[in-house]
């Protein structure tokens, strides 16, 4: 994995990171940090450093060989000693879940502020050399989404800014710390605008599961229960595009090594837009049954409609997500059949 001048070599990625530079990923415990620490992990870093405030035994994924620390980045010292010597800090920490907890859940979701403004004035006083955030589509103006049949998001059309109330201004205004920080500070800093990001070692319980977990796990259900029913949030028409959890990692690599992406905010998301009913139908067919459909009007269930536009990443890295919705749901679904069929069987599982 060494590319003989001492930087890290693999997935098409152009790095001046060696082996042995510390990799610092916030929020490793969760879903998409989880990731990211495997596939660094497996690119052939040395030195990661993984941060959750999540008790460890409750981490969705322990990569070998990478250290792990449970602490709450939202209190600066911690913050302090979770990027001490970094060469590179992930920040993926954030309190946050699908449409039922965000629509809820409002201050938890505004208070991820303090994490980034903890996290990238550590980083920037450790001297790191690059900072990354996840920011979310819900950044986006909200009177652009209010139709199923949605012009895709592009980059620009989050300001003038409308955000998605608590957790999208939290996003667009740590985005906006980002863009300062490389502005005044010269600290470089990268930002991705993640799309409903799904896959395998993701929240499939619980409360804060997003769609595409959720409806595999409800398929699993009906099928143990024989109650071929399912309940679906809204009418079934809001629209989405889901981005698999490879790509995104993939992506989150290339976003920090880019020179062209400092301090830029760029879609990191899937262009192919379903509606959740179709999304209902994939399942079905993965599942190998046909479900009842209950359809809870009342239910949180966003805006309705949001897409990708990915001109923009495709331009400047000559790559978007590609991964097809049906291979990525057949992972997710194969993955949460088996953590369910453990649980069932009284082993521990985390969910979410
Ligand atoms: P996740 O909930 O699985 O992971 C986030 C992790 O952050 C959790 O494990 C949580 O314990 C941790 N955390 C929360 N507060 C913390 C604190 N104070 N200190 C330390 N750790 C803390 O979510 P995810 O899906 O992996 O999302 C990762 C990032 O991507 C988040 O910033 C999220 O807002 C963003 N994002 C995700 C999606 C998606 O579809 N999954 C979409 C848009 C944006």
Known sequence: ?????????????????????????????????????????????????????????????????????????????????????????????????????????????????????????????????????????????????????????KESDAYPAMAERGYGWEKLISEMFCEEYWAERSLETHIARFHNIYGPHGTWDGGREKAPAAMCRKAIEAIDSGRHQIDIWGDGTQTRSFCYINDCVLGIDKIMHSEKLIATPVNLGSSELVSVNELVSIVEGIAGITLERHYQPDAPKGVAGRNSDNTFIESVLGWEPRTPLREGMAATYKWIAGEYAARKAGKLVAVG
């Open 1 to 153: 994995m060494d590319n003989g001048k001492g930087g890290v070599l693999g997935a098409d990625v152009t790095r001046d990171t060696k082996p042995d530079d510390l990799i610092v990923i916030a929020g490793a415990g969760g879903f998409i940090g989880g990731s990211l620490a495997r596939y660094f992990h497996d690119l052939g870093y040395r030195r990661i450093r993984a941060i959750d405030r999540k008790p460890l035994p409750e981490w969705y994924q322990r990569v070998p060989d990478v250290e792990c620390i449970s602490m709450d980045l939202s209190k600066e010292p911690n913050a302090i000693h979770a990027v001490e010597g970094a060469t590179e800090v992930y920040n993926l920490a954030a309190d946050m879940g699908g449409m039922g907890f965000i629509e809820r859940f409002r201050v938890e979701c505004l208070r991820s502020v303090l994490i980034n403004t903890n996290m990238i004035e550590a980083a920037y006083r450790a001297g790191a050399r690059r900072y990354f955030f996840s920011s979310s589509a819900c950044a986006y103006n909200t009177d652009l989404q209010r139709s199923p049949e949605v012009r895709a998001l």
